[in-house]
């Protein structure tokens, strides 16, 4: 029953009024929610009063921290309703101006959005006669936060304006294009493509391009290395015959470019390129483009280029896709296998397993074979991983065997790497690698490794160890591993060292679930129980974690009968510890 | 803090008439001083990590006396001691550099660093503020939570002007040795920050990660020969910066070409004169400061006897050499024993690139005027500021008979030194940090 509203006061609008106040208090984490549920204020002030009065305040709060204006400019995206519906939609945009301004980019970004957001929610009368003066004010503001904003709108409201609106839109555009500061520029250069979108295609050919020239020769190689991204775009729109005569001579310039970023930019965006300018300037253009991208002075390009090459190969048009690669690209490949920087070599490595499904059998066996061997051998870890954690690609194509040669020597080095991290990261491959090799060759060779890491002197090893073998018993079954592993793992309960004894229970938890109940409850359960008298606290309580976690697979009998005296027997430890968690592991087995 | 109000009239060039506007007798020693760009701003930093910002009063005000003035317009603690625990040392709190940005809004920018940390603060007015509350009446009395009979909507009245220095980003953990320079790139969205033997580049936006442009440190630290003392990014050209070395030379190095910059394009440095060879030589040619021109077409450098002007496009040698204390020379091994030698002189340009000042010791600072080569001391002091006094150039006996009005060298006192001066970007307004005393200059407008 909800009470009356009268002169006693209304309980219900106690809560809103608490965070009506909270908007502007002290602490930024209560202002933040407050303005996260600025949807509950609005509806209990009712439309009108939220015009004339939230919004006005709100207008004015851009003084407040980021993270509280970031939320105000995401939640007026959707504030519609709550001002009236779509008739007083253009109330929003005084906040969604002011925000629009700020210095913090992530702010004044999120603005922009919302405004995009609700410019689809005017009527063509209101984007008129409210929408596009802002957008206006905007970019013909002082401060050049402004104009960057500006240059996110034109592309919303251009489509829906009259003709000669759309000529001053164009202008702005034009203008903000030769800004003074070198921010807007970029803002310009970076909405140039979606803005050539919505333009007719005259516009495109007749303004667009010129700008699209212009930023592309900027002095500035911050915004050139933008006009790359355009080009694509524009590629796009533009029928085939256009490119070679409106695209390509930028694009050209930007591949040969004398700053390096701008051809990092190019060979980031290789495979894009190539997608929007068609087979034919691939073959003829992009091709010997990518070539010296592949053999660039400056490493990160190289490197960014050595990333796109599967995917630049995949996209070559079928018929003469072979012949590319192995008389234009494979070159330069072999040549990047022995490359000065290591960035190049392992961003190769991650990708250079992928051509082979491309090239096929006898193509990958003679031409890219020794390619992967040499860089299974190579001296820096991170390319012996990219190669080893790409494998799979190699075995549908010719079978892992044919590595497997190479491979094993390089993962025990991997295995035994003094650096951890690299320990880390070959402990993650091991069940894939398991998948390919079978489990015959991985009894025979990598087995003792995955024990080897169970006692490791890094805890993040020995942790990574223990998920992986429950990896491996996921993969290979439960009778593989009650003859390999289990055994191994309970030899070390009796261990002298604590550490090793409590990686017993760390992996008898994570092992219990894929072993099944009878393993659990005949060969795991005893060797927890008999551990909870050890002398050292750390381990009798993480007997109390593992029971827990194995409860739910023992059977029922075993619970009641050998577990409950053990977890009631630690619920009375001397230790804190040791107390506590056999109490949680009583509660959440219902045993209490 | 005490605020002197000094004003006088003295001459010191025949075409100028130069004013003191102000002296500002600050808590600390002041470490660093810089104009924004607009000149608007005069921003402080000193020993005890605090930035003090002044603001020129603006034109129409009724007070005509005080048109033109500076005064506090903000001051905040910047950075605090540290205790670096890994490395057991103490972390200075001593602001080294700041640098402005580029106005981007009507809140002001700059970063402020100290050895080892750089920060970016907002500096923004406030002059309205939220009144009525829901909980609370007028008096600020908790109401009956049950008796709301209606909700308010605060509304925001108009109140005295407030300004607030907020921290907006931290970039810290990215050096190794002490920061000595940071520098906002022409692009407006990366700036570079020196040390001893590196240079990193910083994205403004990001704090978690720089890069790594220039890295002397040798393999072996016994075979290190050089130090970088100074870095400065291009006023124009964002792919250009240079650095300058304790050997003397200046590396002018091109992003575009690699992402390392290892290798520099361009390497100036002015051959030896073997005549005057010494001990001191090398002391003496470490560059403590150098400084692009507003136009992007010459630098300056300062050591520790001169200031040179180089044209970007010759390397062999400066095109100006202005002796700023020679009558030092026969003292360098006094200087080396009090450490003076090892004193880190500033240097800077006025507005047009055609005047150039720097400082030196017992308070005086010299100009030096490109086109007429005219040169001039004066005196930054207040025992020589009487009011209505004139400001006299001074002048240095440098051996014969001293005449009257001239110092002889021997009672220079080597403490008052003045190493941060700072020229406003459009008019002839100097700043000239003399230890504890900011002092303000302006051609007297007639």
């Known amino acids: 029953m909800s009470k009356m509203a009268g002169a006693d006061g209304d309980d219900s609008l106690y809560p809103i009024a608490v965070l009506i106040d909270e908007l502007r208090n002290e602490d930024v984490q209560l202002r933040l929610n407050s303005i996260k549920k600025l949807s509950t204020i609005a509806l209990a002030l009712g439309v009108e009063r939220t015009r004339t009065e939230l919004l006005p305040f709100l207008t004015d709060t851009i003084y407040d921290e ?11 995206g959707s504030f519609t309703v709550l001002v009236g519906g779509p008739e007083y939609v253009h109330c929003l945009l005084p906040p969604l101006e002011s925000l629009a301004t700020v210095e913090e980019t992530v702010v ?12 689809h929610e005017h009527s063509p009368e209101d984007l008129e006669a409210h929408f596009e003066p802002l957008v206006k004010r905007l970019a013909s503001g002082d401060w050049f936060t402004s104009r960057t904003s500006a240059c996110g709108l034109f592309s919303v409201c251009y489509p829906r304006v009259s003709k000669s609106t759309k000529s001053e839109i164009r202008q702005h555009f034009r203008t903000l294009c030769s800004d003074d500061t070198p921010m807007v520029r970029r803002a310009a250069a970076s909405k140039l493509g979606e803005f050539a979108k919505v333009l007719e295609l005259e516009y495109v050919k007749s303004d ?8 592309a020769s900027d002095e500035q190689d911050s915004v050139r290395l933008l006009a790359v991204e355009a080009c694509v775009s524009i590629a796009q729109l533009l029928p085939q015959e256009d490119l070679e005569k409106l695209v390509m001579p930028t694009l050209r310039q930007a591949t040969e470019d004398k700053s390096w970023r701008v051809r990092y930019m190019v060979a980031d965006k290789f495979s894009e390129l190539q997608k929007a300018v068609g087979p034919e300037i691939t073959e003829n253009d992009l091709v010997p483009s990518f070539q010296n991208l592949l053999k660039d002075c400056e490493a990160e390009v190289r490197a960014a280029a050595a990333n796109k090459v599967k995917e630049f190969c995949e996209n070559l048009p079928a018929d003469s896709r072979e012949t590319i690669i192995m008389n234009s690209i494979l070159p330069c490949v072999k040549e990047l296998v022995s490359d000065t920087n290591q960035h190049v070599k392992s961003a190769l490595a991650s990708v250079i397993m992928g051509l082979s499904t491309i090239l096929g059998k006898d193509n990958t066996i003679e031409h890219l074979l020794p390619l992967f061997l040499a860089q299974l051998k190579d001296e820096c870890p991170e390319v012996r991983l990219n190669i080893i954690s790409n494998l799979d690609c190699v075995n549908e194509v010719i079978g892992i065997r044919q590595l497997s040669q190479s491979l094993l020597p390089a993962i025990v080095e991997l295995a035994e790497d003094a650096k951890w991290r690299v320990r880390l990261a070959i402990i993650e491959y091991m069940p894939l690698l398991a998948g390919q090799l079978g489990m015959e060759f991985f009894d025979e060779k990598l087995n003792s490794l995955c024990m080897a890491w169970l006692v490791d002197h890094v805890y993040a090893i020995r942790e990574a160890a223990t998920c992986n073998l429950m990896k491996l018993v996921e993969r290979f079954g439960a009778s593989w591993a009650q003859s390999t592993i289990v055994p191994k793992v309970l030899g070390m309960a009796s261990d002298p060292n604590y550490l090793h004894r409590m990686t017993t229970l760390f992996c008898i938890s994570a092992l219990s679930e894929a072993c099944g109940q009878e393993i659990t409850t005949k060969q795991m359960l005893p060797i927890v129980l008999k551990m909870s008298e050890d002398q050292v606290a750390n381990v009798r ?20 009968a050998e577990v409950r005296p053990v977890l009631e027997k630690l619920a009375t430890d001397q230790d804190m510890d040791v107390k506590y968690f056999a109490q949680e592991a009583m509660t959440v087995l219902s045993l209490a | 803090m005490l605020i002197l109000n000094i004003k006088l009239f003295c001459s010191y060039m025949p075409q100028f008439n130069i004013w003191i506007l102000f002296s500002f007798h600050l808590a600390d020693i002041i470490s660093t001083v810089e104009f924004n760009y607009s000149g608007d701003l005069l921003a402080t930093g000193d020993k005890g990590g605090r930035v003090v910002i002044f603001q020129r009063e603006q034109e129409g005000n009724n007070r005509s006396h005080s048109r033109g003035e500076y005064n506090v317009y903000s001051t905040f603690q910047s950075h605090e001691p540290e205790f670096d625990y890994l490395k057991s040392l103490e972390i200075e709190e001593k602001i080294n550099k700041i640098r402005w940005l580029p106005q981007q809004n009507a809140a002001h920018f700059l970063l402020s660093t100290n050895d080892k940390t750089i920060k970016l603060w907002k500096i923004s007015e406030r002059d309205k503020r939220a009144e009525g509350y829901n909980l609370k009446d007028e008096n600020g009395r908790l109401r009956d939570p049950f008796r709301i009979t209606s909700l308010r909507v605060p509304v925001l009245k108009p109140m005295d002007l407030m300004v607030e220095a907020s921290p907006r980003r931290i970039f810290a953990n990215a050096h190794t040795y002490h920061i000595n320079s940071i520098s906002v790139n022409s692009d407006h969205e990366t700036y570079l920050s020196a040390d001893d033997l590196r240079i990193n580049l ?3 936006e990001i704090t978690d990660r720089s890069f790594n442009i220039v890295d002397i440190k040798p393999a072996n ?3 290190l020969t050089e130090v970088i003392t100074a870095a400065e990014c291009h006023p124009n050209q964002c792919n250009v910066f240079v650095y300058s070395s304790s050997k003397g030379t200046i590396r002018l190095c091109d992003m575009r070409a690699s992402a390392l910059c290892d290798r520099h394009s361009k390497f100036f440095e002015e051959p030896e004169d073997p005549s005057s060879r010494s001990f001191f030589s090398e002391i003496i040619s470490s560059i403590s400061d150098v400084k692009f021109s507003h136009s992007g077409r010459y630098m300056m450098t300062r050591d520790y006897l001169s200031v040179k002007v180089w044209d970007l496009n010759m390397e062999s040698r400066p095109v100006e050499t202005y002796q700023v204390h020679e009558y030092l020379r026969s003292k360098l091994c006094s200087l080396y024993e009090n450490d003076c030698i090892f004193d880190k002189f500033e240097c800077c340009w006025n507005g047009s690139d055609n005047a150039i000042m720097t400082g030196s010791y017992n308070n005086f600072f010299r100009m030096f005027d490109r086109n007429t080569r005219r040169d001039i001391t004066l005196e930054a002091s207040r025992e020589s500021s009487k009011p209505r006094a004139i400001l006299k150039p001074r002048k240095v006996c440098t051996g014969g008979k001293r005449k009257k009005d001239e110092i002889s060298v021997d009672s220079l006192d080597f403490n008052k030194k003045i190493l941060h001066t700072a020229w406003h970007p459009k008019e002839n307004i100097i700043a000239v940090a003399a230890t504890n005393n900011l002092y303000i200059f302006q051609d007297k407008i007639n």
């Open chain 1, 208 to 215: 667009l391009i010129p700008l699209f020239a212009a930023l």
């Open chain 1, 541 to 560: 309580f993480n007997v109390a974690k593992s029971l827990q976690k194995i409860g739910p697979v023992l059977e029922n009998s075993a619970l009641q």
């Open chain 1, 66 to 76: 980021d993270e509280v204006l970031l939320a105000l400019a995401e939640q007026l």
């Open chain 2, 202 to 204: 910083w994205h403004l």
């Open chain 1, 108 to 119: 004044r970004d999120k603005a922009v959005e919302s405004l995009r957001k609700i410019s």
């Open chain 2, 221 to 223: 630290m016994e075979e």
